[in-house]
């Protein structure tokens, strides 16, 4: 290749790099005008990661795989959900076992054997499974599955440690995770659970933090998640302190991991604990039930600076202080708790914090039981995001399904939509308004004709922020087994800016 050839190419790459950025700047001294404004469109690629849903020989599983109807989508794709076994992309076994992992009904899986197959967006597609071996999943959606799919992992345990309900919504991969209200006392039994859906190993370092401060656990630093596996950890094999509650940091030092956290209690049952939304100086932990018999609050600011907290409750009729915990002093590095006993009094509640003064961030989540006595079962709520423009929640039934709605500061217009049964049914939807300062128990669409389960989707139509939470319900022996899952914004649709060539930039 001659020098003229090379410098030809060189022109055109700075060509290229020059027009590139003249599209995203802003307006020249010579009256260009400035970008339009973004154009949400559906994602064309989506990746879930679902955590080994038990350690019980008796636990009973089942998946349901859901995406939204979205306009605007492509007319093909493809979506799978299938066994995190150490195979790499292209078969090699990374495991370092030399061995699959059992999936679903005691199979073998491999990468090429998916665990579920969607069929067609707006109808949810279900599984289950049995026992212990169960693995944990990584899923890809492309195309028409791609935006809004969602998958939940419901497992019902019927005795032992963290027996009852435990759901848990699958995530994608992230580098930066807390875990308020995780614990190592005596009668808890808490796993990390770590995924890693890539073709190269993940280094994570696991901090803890109790009522005094950080606790050494030199253990928790530098482990390593092999590529295409899930790696459960004990988190008492971490520290030899035993405290009922913590705060878990999980940062990613290289590559990326979903995390979720299997908190179980040898005699309250037991959930998956969500990680929560980013520390801000504002948060909202949507969906109490109107029957929980005991409600903690854990908190806890990576800051440097402590916070101060107004802590209320929206209820069906405003906002209230709940009495003698109308506020939280939250030390920088120290995981604190306040005990808010049956704070919604049978109403529907969701607890918003706000800073007194100086906003400092910090993140949250509430630890709820239901029932009494050796009838009692736990569930969590994260501190989580706002539905914005869409949220979805699948695995729900005609009954033991509670949708939970808030709109903390100003009133709002959502709309839900149940969707088409799995196994038959016709999609149906209802409008909503949520006053400002207030929690609802909506009384959720069902599909007409149901069989199967179903999927919602909540629309914020109009007005402030909505948040939400979905809760399953299922009693057994007198025990009110329960799961919560929070509802953020299914990241279905990406904000892509309007942008235009503009060759005048050459001329400066």
């Not at 759901?167 to 580098?175: F, K, N």
């Not at 939807?429 to 069902?446: L, R, W």
């Amino acid at each position: 290749m001659n020098r003229t050839t090379l410098s030809l190419i060189a022109a055109s790459g700075a060509l290229a790099a020059i027009t590139a950025f003249a599209a995203f700047a802003g307006p020249t001294a010579s009256g260009a005008s400035a970008p339009k404004a973004a154009a949400e469109l559906p994602v064309e690629r989506t990746s879930l990661l679902c955590p080994a849903p038990s350690v019980s020989d008796i636990a009973d599983t089942s998946y349901t795989s859901f995406t939204p109807v979205t306009q605007g989508t492509a007319s093909t794709g493809t979506a799978r959900l299938q066994a995190a076994d150490g195979q790499s992309a292209d078969g090699t076994d990374n495991s370092g076992t030399g061995k699959g992992t059992k999936g679903p009904k005691g199979g073998k899986k491999t990468a090429d054997q998916p665990v579920l197959t969607p069929k067609a967006p707006g109808t949810p597609v279900t599984g289950d499974t049995s026992g212990a071996d169960a693995p944990a999943l990584i899923g890809t959606a492309g195309g028409k599955f791609a935006p809004g799919w969602t998958v939940q992992e419901t497992t019902e345990v019927a005795a032992g440690t963290g027996r009852g309900l435990q759901g848990v919504t699958c995530t994608s991969a992230d580098t930066d995770f807390w875990f308020p209200g995780a614990g190592t006392s005596a009668d808890r039994t808490d796993y990390l659970h770590l995924t890693n859906p890539d073709d190269s190993a993940a280094v994570v370092d696991i901090e803890l933090y109790g009522k005094d401060g950080a606790i050494k656990s030199p253990l928790g630093e530098n482990q390593t998640v092999p590529p295409h596996t899930s790696k459960p950890i004990l988190l008492s094999t971490l520290t030899d302190e035993q405290q009922a509650d913590l705060t878990v940091h999980v940062s990613v030092r290289s590559g990326r991991v979903g995390a979720s956290v299997q908190a179980l209690d040898d005699k309250a049952g037991g959930d998956w604990l969500a990680a929560s939304t980013d520390p801000a100086g504002s948060l909202v932990l949507p969906g109490i039930p109107k029957d929980a018999t005991d409600v903690r609050l854990i908190a806890f600011t990576p800051g440097g600076d402590d916070a101060d907290l107004k802590v209320r409750l929206a209820s069906p009729d405003g906002l209230i202080a709940p009495a003698g915990n109308d506020t939280l002093h939250v030390k920088s590095g120290m995981t604190t708790t306040a005990d808010l006993g049956d704070v919604t009094r049978g109403e529907a509640g969701s607890l918003v914090l706000t800073p007194t003064d100086q906003s400092v961030p910090v993140v949250a989540a509430l630890r709820v039981v239901r029932g009494k006595g050796d009838k009692q079962e736990t569930a969590f709520i994260p501190a989580t995001a706002p539905v914005g423009t869409r949220a979805t929640s699948a695995d729900n039934s005609a009954k033991g399904t509670t949708l939970s709605l808030t709109a903390p500061t100003a009133t709002a217009t959502v709309k839900v939509t149940a969707s088409a049964g799995s196994d038959g049914g016709t999609a149906t939807t209802k409008t909503y308004t949520i006053k400002s300062g207030t929690t609802q128990d909506v009384s959720a669409p069902v599909p007409s004709g149901l069989k199967g389960t179903y999927a919602l989707t909540v629309e914020t139509v109009s007005g402030g922020p909505v948040y939400a939470s979905r809760t399953l319900s299922a009693t057994e022996s007198g025990v009110p087994g329960f799961t919560i899952q929070p509802l953020p914004n299914d990241r279905g649709l990406v904000a892509v800016p309007k942008t235009s060539e503009d060759l005048s930039v050459l001329q400066k």
